[in-house]
């Protein structure tokens, strides 16, 4: 079933491999994805095309200046023939979220999201309603735009298991999207090949894949070290710990294993771990990058041989 999810997303989003499986790690584990990278590079098409390889209910929300939470959570409406107010669902009462350009709306509608994807619920008005399952939100933005652009709070960034960017295509992949244009092929030809069901009960197989009590010191090891880093003013998370085990428990489930490696740990904790922290002041000034800094953190830590 993985294998033909797989073949359905690269037939049509083609070329990238590599963020195809992140996406799938973080579909089996249960997180949200944030897409950023430049305008044109197939952001909100990986996005559509996930949607459409699975059975399940899909809701796009434009992010835009005048967008309201209630847009997002729903608000509730009194109905004058009853003489209560019922509850309007807002987009985000779907199974696969697309939140586009996330970053050009106000942080009130930006916080709105933070519940939902903590806790799989929305509370409107006092009463808490339930979101669908699986839920999963993928998030888009630019990071070269900044006018008219709000950048989103630590808190929210910390609730996306991993931050990707999709990078442009080699000019081979390119000509390739050119022909299935001119071939007339859209995101619609893709049929679904997975129902939420599926998708449940593969994630209740891979969070059954076994970690032993060496590779989660392994990981404690880890994250231990982005807060102890003199270059990091904030390291990462507990989140971030419990983020790192599931994807780690994803990657071993799609390797065909019913155990973790310290690999599957290495594999992942880049994505899991860069947007996670931040450069202190005097970093910033010294030009230091996260990505090269957490690559030698994370080869630094001793690899459990037992």
Known sequence: ?????????ESYFIGKPDVVNDVLICLLAGGHILLEDVPGV???????TLAASLDCSFGRIQFTPDTLPGDVVGLSVFNM??????????????????ADEINRTSPKTQAALLEA???GQVSVDGQIYKLPEPFMVIATQNPVEFLGTY????????????KLS??????????????NMLAGKTVGDVTPVCSASDVLNLRTKARSVHVEDCVLDYIGGIISRTRQEKRFALGASPRAFL????????????????????DDVKAVAQNILHHRVILTPEAK??????DRILPSLILTETVPTA
Do not use: C, H, W
């Open 1 to 9: 079933m993985l294998n033909k999810l797989r073949e359905s997303i």
């Open 42 to 48: 197939g952001k909100t098409t990986l996005a559509k």
């Open 81 to 98: 023939k009853t003489g209560e107010f019922e509850y309007r669902e807002g987009a985000v009462m779907r199974q696969i979220i697309l």
């Open 117 to 119: 994807m903590a806790e």
């Open 151 to 162: 950048p989103l709070p630590e808190a929210q960034i910390d609730r996306f298991m991993m």
């Open 166 to 179: 999709l990078g442009y295509p080699s000019p081979e992949t390119e000509a390739a999207l050119a022909k």
């Open 243 to 262: 983020d790192l085990t599931k994807a780690s428990q994803a990657r071993a489930y799609l390797s065909g294993r019913d155990f973790v490696k310290p």
């Open 285 to 290: 000034i010294g030009r230091e990058d996260v």
